[in-house]
């Protein structure tokens, strides 16, 4: 079975992150960027289900500026068999919407049109909207399969389990399909050093829009149709309330519990 | 001149970067705590569950060659990974690697001993120093007399690291008083893999640094002559070689720590207010903050380029001797700098900086002192053996 991961690269979570003053987008020059660790997970049910079966290929894709190049090599480092880099400065600005678009259209051109099936994380860690999944399974016609915290793929269809805040439903869907992961189902694997070694030597697709016949005006900023009005850096931390026990310091405690609403 | 690193070691060292933030910090406040209860701050089995989970990703033996199951890096890359290491005070460390000296043993030595080393299930330690014999090494007088197919060793090691856990020795002593004590120390001194079962006792020493060094006492200790290592008499040379190793190795670690101090002083310097203002604007904080970063970066370059000239197979000697001085030296002050800066909490046990400060000591005194280090510079130059212009000419 042929897979297709679809990979993010985001700024570290771990630095500073900000905005570009000039068009409120995300200021991906500041900070270093990665692998979007939950996009991980994603590439590691992929490796998973093809070491199971024996066979098959993964298949990193992602989106982004030359940088991105940095999340595809750590997705063949942990055992991914190629790349797709969609990279064309028409793209920076780009939506949910837009990037689903040319999403869709990469997954198509790299699966000569019939993808197999398609796996994503549950959400960037940057933008954390979790709708893109949604919006690609929409454009490729296939069913979406959310939120999966564990994954079997079977004779032709593809059943997750889904926990909610009081059932876990078990949902089944029929091949192809697309299925996003959370952050529940694997534990992903380091690259080995071999496979840092090997990635390398893999094979890496750079497309631009032209290739998967997109035009610059159906992406980008000013084809979006949500936009960052304005930004504010977080206001810092308030100054704790300190709770001095004279005896009833316990019961000050739960009042304090049940008025924030935590009892 | 190109000063960027390559794809390979980028790649690598990101990995234990990565490694390093993921697996190793987060024990951080777990090591602290124990410590303050006097408690062994990385118990050996968690220490072997992380080099476990390394050596599954294959990270094992970063100096060990690939034919004795290592990686085989570079020393430029063993440096790179050290440093990265080093930003944490956890004393973790990759398994996999051996005392360079056992790869010079012979066949059943190294399937007795260097194997084992590597993977593990055995643990060395390398014994020259004695209460009488530290910088001058030539001084020591444990002996080994032959009787018959036999030696018989007397005498006493002092400071040996791992003493206590160890189950064999790397044992340097006279073998040709004669010879000795004239001087001609390159065939009167002979090293001895010793079983602990043969018998030779140890004795823990208290340190101002986490684990201490052991004292040991050999006292009609019986080998065959078949536990030499290398050549009769030819020991005083491979003590050498032992010693001389990896130079360029220690003071990249205590590198990776400054950076992290220095990242930790600056965080703590941003949010810290006194008389109104963040100490960060101050300008005594500044240039404590501005002469570690500078020294850092001299350091860096320092040890790269030994470790550089160790891969080209130059004489890295000099090279690697002024890293380990400038290294112990520097970040003993940056330590004590970037403490000062923590004012009242640098000093406490909450923060590892005290830890730090206690552990870069050792820097200044072990595998050669900052006087044996300029001792041996200062000798390379004036006998016109090495040029002040470096590796450049
Ligand atoms: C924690 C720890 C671990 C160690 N591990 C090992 C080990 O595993 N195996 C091992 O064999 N040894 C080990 N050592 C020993 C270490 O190598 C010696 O301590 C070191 O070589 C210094 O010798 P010394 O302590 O006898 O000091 P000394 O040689 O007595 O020196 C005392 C002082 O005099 C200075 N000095 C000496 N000679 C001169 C000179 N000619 N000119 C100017 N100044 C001079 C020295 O620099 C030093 O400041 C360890 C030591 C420590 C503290
Ligand atoms: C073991 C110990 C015992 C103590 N005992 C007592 C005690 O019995 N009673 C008591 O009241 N206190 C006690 N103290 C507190 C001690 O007096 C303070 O730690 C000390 O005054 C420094 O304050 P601080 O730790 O808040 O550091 P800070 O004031 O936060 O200073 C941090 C750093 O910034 C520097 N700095 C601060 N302001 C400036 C400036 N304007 N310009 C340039 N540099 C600046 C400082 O020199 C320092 O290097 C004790 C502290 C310790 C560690």
């Known amino acids: 079975m042929n897979i297709v991961v679809c990979v993010k690269y985001v700024p570290d979570s771990q630095s500073e992150r900000t905005f570009q003053e000039s068009d409120n987008t995300v200021d991906r020059e500041a900070t270093d960027g990665l692998l979007s660790e939950l996009d991980e997970y994603a590439v590691e049910e992929a490796l998973k289900i093809v070491e199971a079966r024996g066979g098959g290929e993964v298949t990193v894709l992602t989106v982004g500026p030359a940088a991105a190049a940095d999340a595809i090599k750590k997705a063949l480092q942990m055992g991914a068999h190629r790349g797709v880099h969609v990279q064309d400065d028409a793209i920076h600005g780009s939506d949910a919407v837009a990037t689903s678009l040319v999403l869709a259209e990469a997954v198509k051109k790299a699966t000569d049109g019939s993808p197999e099936l398609v796996l994503t994380g549950m959400a960037s860690t940057d933008g954390t909207m979790g709708v893109v999944p949604a919006m690609m399974a929409e454009r490729l016609g296939l069913p979406q399969v959310t939120y999966a915290s564990e994954l079997t793929v079977g004779d032709g269809t593809v059943t997750i389990r889904r926990d909610g805040d009081t059932a876990s439903e078990t949902v089944e869907a029929s091949l192809p399909a697309l299925v996003s992961v959370t952050d529940q189902i694997n534990e992903p694997r380091y690259p080995s050093f071999k496979g840092i070694m090997a990635a390398k030597k893999k094979p890496v697709d750079t497309w631009s829009l032209a290739d998967l016949g997109l035009e610059a005006s159906q992406v980008g900023l000013d084809a979006a149709w949500t936009t960052v009005v304005t930004f504010a850096q977080r206001p810092p931390r308030a100054q704790g309330q300190i709770v001095t026990d004279e005896g009833e310091g316990g019961a000050k405690l739960a009042e304090f519990l049940s008025a924030q609403k935590f009892l | ?393």
Request: charged residues 30%; aromatic residues 8%.
């Open chain 2, 1 to 393: 001149m190109d000063l960027s690193l390559t794809d390979d070691e980028r790649d690598i060292r990101q990995w234990v970067r990565t490694f390093v933030e993921k697996e190793v910090m987060p024990l951080e406040q777990d090591v602290l705590a124990r410590e303050r209860r006097h408690e062994r701050g990385l118990p050996p089995e968690e220490l072997k569950r992380l080099q476990d989970t390394a050596r599954e990703a294959g990270f094992f033996g970063v100096l060990t060659p690939e034919e004795y199951g290592g990686m085989g890096l570079s020393a430029v890359m063993a440096a790179l990974v050290e440093v990265e290491l080093g930003r944490s005070f956890v004393p973790f460390r990759f398994a996999g690697d051996a005392d360079n000296i056992l790869f010079h043993a012979n066949e059943a030595q190294q399937e007795e001993y260097l194997r084992p080393t590597i993977e593990g299930t055995r643990k060395s330690c390398f014994a020259i120093t004695e209460p009488g014999a530290g910088s001058d090494a030539r001084a020591i007088r444990t002996s080994a007399r032959r009787e018959g197919d036999e030696w018989v060793i007397n005498g006493e090691k002092t400071f040996i690291t791992g003493g206590v856990e160890a189950d064999f020795v790397m044992v340097f002593a006279v073998t040709d008083p004669e010879a000795h004590k004239e001087g001609r120390t390159g065939e009167s001194v002979t090293c001895f893999l010793v079983d602990r079962d043969r018998g030779w006792t140890s004795q823990q020493i208290d340190t101002m640094g986490e684990w201490g060094p052991a004292a040991l006492v050999f006292d009609d200790v019986r080998v065959p002559h078949s536990a030499i290592l290398g050549e009769e008499g030819k020991g005083f040379a491979l003590a050498m070689q032992w010693i001389g190793k990896g130079r360029y190795l220690l003071p990249a670690r205590a590198l990776g720590g400054c950076e992290r101090m220095v990242e930790m002083a600056m965080e703590w310097a941003r949010n810290r207010v006194t008389f109104g203002k963040p100490i960060a604007e101050r300008q005594a904080i500044q240039w404590m903050i501005a002469d570690s970063a500078t020294e850092i970066e001299a350091l860096r370059w320092l040890v790269l380029s030994a470790a550089w000239q160790v891969d080209e197979g130059r004489d890295s000697r000099q090279a690697q001797s002024m890293a380990k001085l400038f290294g112990g030296v520097k970040c003993n002050e940056i330590v004590d700098r970037m403490l000062q800066v923590h004012g009242g909490m640098g000093y406490t046990r909450e923060l590892p900086l005290e830890r730090w400060y206690r552990e870069l000591r050792l820097l200044r005194i072990y595998e050669g002192t900052d006087e044996i280090q300029r001792r041996t510079l200062a000798r390379n130059l004036l006998k016109g053996h090495v040029s002040v212009r470096g590796h450049l000419g």
